[in-house]
């Protein structure tokens, strides 16, 4: 399905004709010639509308997407969703924002659901889709909009404190990196070129080794850190490609990785347990929840937990014992085992959730501070290492007075 822009002529009723515009979202330009000689209209010239490159740093931003969600809620007081939804369409002025609406206005103009409409507008991320879809099954979808909502505003919160956190540590670790290469490509060069006005052997041979010594662990230090940094780079891409393959490499070395696998666990079942929750209150069965929850996981352990308590379940296993199991923790499983009803179980999860939040939370400062201590470590060398070259820089200078003395 591709963007297609129209214009075409409309025959009226006296014979005069009109030039009229209009967006369509169909397969290829002959679909909206088609669809237009359908009508009676003549086109006069379709092309294809291409959203811009940069398309989710003004147009499919978190804030669009608490906006949407809000006017949706509040429209949704005196009509439904979908036509609350439409209205919106409608009424949006800005033409990227209208662009990126043409999916979505096509599916409901064409009798689709909301869920299937907003999930074409490929702005809402799988936990919230969810979340909605739930809701539109369960026939309350104007209260699990506000479920929606709070779901967002508690991961915009996470992101920006990640964010936040991560920036300061790059860009600690990015200076200390640039003095490095300052060091190697610019201190050193400058000493070698200048070198000793020293006569003694002794003394120039001294200066020549320690330049020599700190251009290799100068140089040691810069390799490392640079494929170190490729490797980050290159892990990362590679495990959000394939982040629903549970068998990728990238899947397998993530959950070996000491402090990183355990955040990215506890973040994971944070979010899905809160997740299960929510549909378990809005009385969405239970194999249907593990199914959306399987769906909206991304870490490999996580995914995993939801995968195999659903093949327990449709094994026959009762629902208590099947679902206390690895990853959670011996007391987090002791609590599902002794559930009675749904409503309890939903009770359950919302506290794993709470106490996965706190583990997460300890988790993000023992990496903060993992980061922190490679950086004083990196930076301890380097500025051992200029200290080293000052030394020597004025030892040749000592050296040369002396000699200049007799």
């Known amino acids: 399905m591709k963007l297609f822009h129209a214009r075409y002529i409309q025959p009226t009723i006296g014979g005069a004709v009109l030039i009229q515009e209009e967006d369509f979202y169909l397969p290829d330009e002959h679909s909206v010639r088609r669809q237009l000689r359908a009508k009676g209209l003549w086109p006069i010239n379709i092309y294809e509308q291409k959203p811009p490159l940069f398309e989710w740093m003004d147009v499919r931003t978190r804030e669009w997407q608490m906006q949407l969600l809000r006017a949706i809620r509040f429209q949704s007081a005196t009509a439904s969703a979908g036509t609350a939804l439409l209205n919106i369409i409608e009424g949006e002025d800005d033409p990227r924002r209208r662009l990126a609406f043409l999916p979505t206005r096509t599916v409901l103009k064409g009798g689709g659901s909301f869920s299937e409409a907003l999930r074409e507008l490929k702005l809402m991320d799988a936990p919230t889709m969810a979340i909605i879809t739930a809701g539109e099954r369960a026939g309350d979808l104007k209260g699990v909009v506000q479920h929606a909502i709070e779901h967002v505003e508690q991961k915009g919160s996470q992101y920006k404190t990640i964010v936040a956190a991560m920036s300061w540590l790059s860009f600690d670790i990015i200076s200390v990196i640039g003095s490095i290469w300052g060091t190697q490509f610019g201190f050193i060069p400058y000493l070698k070129e200048k070198g000793t006005n020293s006569t003694d052997p002794e003394a120039v041979a001294k200066f020549e080794n320690g330049i020599k ?155 903060l501070k993992f980061g922190l201590y490679l950086l004083i470590g990196l930076s301890g060398i380097t500025i051992l290492t200029t200290i080293y070259l000052l030394m020597l820089q004025n030892q040749s200078f000592l050296n040369s007075l002396n000699d200049m003395r007799g």
């Open 213 to 367: 010594w700190v251009s290799a662990l100068n140089m040691f230090m810069l390799i490392t850190s640079s494929i170190i940094i490729l490797g980050i780079i290159f892990f990362v891409i590679s495990y959000w490609r394939n982040r629903h393959k549970q068998d990728h490499f990238t899947a397998r070395f993530m959950m070996k990785v000491p402090l990183l696998s355990t955040y990215l666990r506890n973040i994971s079942l944070k979010d899905t347990c809160k997740l299960m929750t929510r549909l378990l209150q809005g009385k969405v069965p239970l194999a249907e929840s593990l199914k959306i929850l399987i769906d909206s996981s991304v870490e490999p352990a996580a995914r995993g937990y939801w995968t195999e308590c659903e093949q327990k379940i449709m094994a026959g296993i009762e629902p208590a014992k099947a679902l206390a199991r690895w990853p959670l923790s011996k007391p987090e499983r002791d609590q599902i085992v002794t559930i009675q009803t749904v409503d309890q179980l939903g009770e359950v999860y919302e506290a794993i959730a709470e106490e996965r939040s706190m583990m997460a939370k300890a988790d993000q400062r023992k990496i």
